[in-house]
């Protein structure tokens, strides 16, 4: 159990969570947690703990079991039910299912940086021929892209991209929309030292840009 150690707004609350897949296994048992404004936490664990799991239950994927008394499992921001486009807007999620997508060319072929990150306003796997991308879009992508110091990769295809530029983009798309938190799950998977090392050094910065983080 968790106890309430602060006043400020809660962002993420989970009272007593368990997830099942669909063979019955539970991927998460009675998981009790709250992330506040302003605080800045690293969820740790060895491959198949959950961690990835959790991503999901805070992305919509997953939705845990319902309390027997009806008492509410889990609030984002204060609140149990959440249109999930509109939750979008507010979390910037950088998940190993969405770099695998963009890294092994499925996201609708072969796609540019700043085709990525811009892809973040309508939270799809690359651009579409009926999505209307604005100007404004597209400058805020590149400055997204330069916060990551990769402004570079704009014309780059992801596919020629090394994994660690490869993240740094997927962090400006989620970025783009300027969310209120960032998820990132399993960060520094497939990075030598030098790649986290320059992937780290200008996430460094965002939250005293006003980004809050938890992952």
Do not use: C
């Amino acid at each position: 159990m968790y106890q309430e150690m602060s006043d400020k707004p809660v962002l993420l609350r989970l009272q007593d969570v368990t997830v099942l897949k669909q063979n019955k296994k539970r991927v998460l048992d009675s998981v009790s947690v709250a992330i506040r404004e302003g605080e800045h936490t690293a969820i740790l664990g060895p491959n198949g703990s959950g961690k990835s799991s959790l991503i999901k239950l805070i992305t919509r994927e997953h939705y845990p079991l319902v309390h027997p008394d009806g008492s509410p499992t889990m609030q984002i921001y204060g609140r149990e039910r959440w249109n999930v486009f509109e939750l979008r807007t507010l979390l910037g999620i950088v998940s190993t299912d969405l770099q695998q997508m963009f890294a092994s060319g499925l996201a609708h072929g072969r796609t540019q940086g700043l085709d990525v990150v811009v892809s973040g306003f309508f939270a799809s796997a690359g651009l579409f021929p009926h999505q209307e991308v604005s100007e404004a879009m597209r400058q805020q992508g590149r400055e997204a892209l330069a916060m990551m110091e990769v402004e570079h990769l704009a014309n780059k295809s992801v596919e020629e991209m090394s994994t660690g530029e490869v993240r740094r983009v997927l962090i400006a798309r989620a970025l783009v929309y300027k969310p209120r938190a960032l998820v990132l799950d399993e960060p520094t998977t497939g990075l030598d030292l030098l790649a986290m090392h320059r992937s780290w050094k200008p996430s460094a910065r965002l939250p005293r840009a006003g980004r809050r983080s938890f992952w």
